[in-house]
């Protein structure tokens, strides 16, 4: 199974995509960073970022989609535009069929590191050691799109979905 995570953000788009074996062991297929400039119009970063985010799925065809949900932020604007750009995942992943599973910074940081209140530092290396990757991802984005896609993949959210895929995977032979 192949799950895409997002860090949604209009300056910085995380997309950290892992697979999922039959052992619901994970390990790392790529990570991308989307940007826009603030200086452009919001309709323009908007589109820029849907027409981002779209190759990457046609480009990596996931079966799910973690995005990290939109929280309290005492800054009302990076608010606006981190949900604005969840939206614009959401619409994607609606266009193509597949189901929206959304964490809780909280969520993200046990699933991965055990503590929900780690730091940044804590969940880059916990990433880099999970995916056994050579070097830690970054920008922090990076690493935070990986940890969400980890996330799903151990969180009871999407089991079922999760086995059913692994099922069927397997009855077609492939895996």
């Known amino acids: ?3 895409l995570g997002i ?3 209009l300056t910085r788009c995380g997309v950290g995509i892992v697979d999922l074996n039959a ?3 994970a390990s790392f297929v790529a990570v991308h960073v989307l940007r826009t400039p603030s200086t452009n119009e919001l309709p323009a970063r908007l589109f820029e970022l849907e027409s981002g ?3 990457l799925f046609a480009t990596y065809q996931p079966d799910a989609i973690a995005i990290e949900r939109v929280f309290s932020q005492h800054n009302v604007r990076t608010a606006m535009g981190t ?3 969840s939206a614009v995942a959401m619409l994607i992943a609606a266009r193509n069929q597949l189901d929206v599973a959304m964490y809780t910074p909280t969520e993200v940081k046990a699933a991965v590191t055990g503590y929900g209140r780690a730091d940044k530092a804590q969940i880059t290396s916990m990433v ?3 995916l ?3 070097e830690p991802p970054k920008p922090a984005d990076a690493a935070d799109a990986l ?3 980890l996330c799903h993949a151990w969180k009871g959210h999407g089991k079922s979905r999760i086995a059913e895929h692994l099922a069927k995977q397997a009855t077609v032979g492939v895996g």
């Open 1 to 3: 199974m192949r799950i």
């Open 7 to 9: 860090d949604p953000g």
């Open 23 to 25: 052992n619901r062991r």
């Open 53 to 55: 985010l779209s190759d």
């Open 83 to 85: 949900a604005q750009a």
């Open 128 to 130: 880099t050691r999970l």
């Open 132 to 134: 056994n990757l050579a």
């Open 147 to 149: 940890a969400l896609a």
